[in-house]
């Protein structure tokens, strides 16, 4: 009987300790990888919500260029001299950022 006992109350700290390791492995999957995500697409919104006229950006495909307009949905940059192409906002991916002078040196 004493045995069975054992088993029991065994059995429940068992269950105890695998509902805390699994919600410890919850917990750092979301302070790990779903919080920043989440944050990280927070800073591109606010980021393509506040382009605006002159800023040099990059776009997803990797064409560098200066906003010339923006409208509620679309971009206009220009890219060459008085080449201007049209862009959803949303294929904005960074501004572009000056090349240090060192390199510009080299």
Do not use: C
């Not at 927070?42 to 002159?54: A, I, M, P, R, T």
């Not at 509620?72 to 501004?95: A, C, N, Y």
Request: glycine share 8%; charged share 25%.
């Amino acid at each position: 009987m004493y045995a069975l006992l054992l088993q029991l109350s065994g059995g429940n700290s068992s269950m105890l300790a695998n509902i805390l390791l699994w919600g410890g492995i919850i917990i750092v999957f979301y302070f790990f990888m779903i919080r920043p995500q989440q944050k990280k697409q927070k800073d591109q919104k606010s980021f393509v919500d506040n382009l605006k006229k002159g800023d040099n950006v990059v776009t997803i495909g990797g064409l560098h260029g200066r906003i010339a307009s923006v409208d509620s949905t679309t971009v206009q940059l220009d890219v060459d001299r008085g080449m201007k192409l049209t862009f959803e906002k949303s294929s904005i991916s960074r501004e572009a950022t000056a090349k240090p002078v060192e390199e510009e040196k080299k």
